[in-house]
């Protein structure tokens, strides 16, 4: 039972921009010892980080990805947002969301994953 | 290109053992954690291991983490046909101050 739960557009357009949002159901981003954000894999290939936010709010990005990407909290921290602009068919992939310990950034909590298609 | 080197397959008999490496750099295994991943096709990835030999609970000791240096392993004995899945290795760079995966192993129980 995955414990965070992915929501959006499964198709998106090149050149647009992807938004994904994940919600604790029942539960909140307030989990002492853990840091949100966003993992993504190809179809058919690895694991790949996007980024997080520490619990100060602080975000860190891939630097492939960083002129790119947002990843946010709404201000009760029920909603986790991921902003991808201008995307292209490279960023076709699942994307999970993510709980990563604060200790050692082993990713402890995961979605069941949303597949996002970028295709006209 | 993935930051942290695993060997794409391997494969063993049942009953066997089988070893996972996991090769980087003094800027993410040499100074950081590594945790390891298991993933079933189709589905989300699972921690098998963190803080570079943990297990959490659910995970059979018959699974072991090891970090030495700049490389890590994964240790899995006794295996059986439900071990096959793919295996991700990941820490944190502090070089690039973001996490780093393995291009991941897919285990074949022969």
């Known amino acids: 039972q995955s414990q965070l739960q992915e929501s959006g557009p499964r198709l998106s357009k090149p050149s647009e921009t992807l938004s994904l949002t994940c919600t604790v159901p029942?539960?909140?981003?307030?989990?002492?010892?853990?840091?949100w954000g966003w993992i993504r894999q190809p179809p058919g290939r690895g694991l790949e980080w996007i980024g997080i936010l520490h619990d100060d709010g602080r975000p860190a990005y891939s630097p492939s990805l960083k002129s790119r990407v947002t990843i946010s909290v709404d201000t009760s921290r029920t909603r986790l947002s991921l902003k991808l602009s201008s995307v292209t068919a490279a960023d076709t992939a699942t994307y999970y969301c993510?709980?990563?310990?604060?200790?050692?950034?082993?990713?402890?909590?995961w979605g069941q994953g949303i597949l996002v298609t970028v295709s006209s | 290109q993935s930051v942290l080197t695993q060997p794409p397959s391997v494969s063993a008999a049942p009953g066997q053992r089988v070893i996972v490496s996991c090769s980087g750099s003094?800027?993410?295994?040499?100074?950081?954690?590594v945790s390891w991943y298991q993933q079933f096709p189709g589905t989300a990835p699972k921690v098998l291991i963190y803080e570079n030999h943990k297990r959490p609970s659910g995970t059979p000791d018959r699974l072991s983490g090891s970090k030495s240096g700049t490389s890590a392993t994964l240790v899995i004995t006794g295996l059986q046909t439900g071990d096959e899945a793919d295996y991700y290795c990941?820490?944190?760079?502090?070089?690039?101050?973001?996490?780093?995966f393995g291009g991941g192993t897919k285990l074949t129980v022969l």
């Open positions: 029942g539960d909140s981003f307030t989990t002492i010892g853990f840091y």
């Open positions: 003094s800027s993410n295994i040499g100074n950081n954690y």
């Open positions: 990941g820490t944190w760079d502090s070089s690039l101050s973001a996490m780093v």
């Open positions: 993510a709980g990563f310990d604060n200790f050692d950034y082993a990713v402890e909590k």
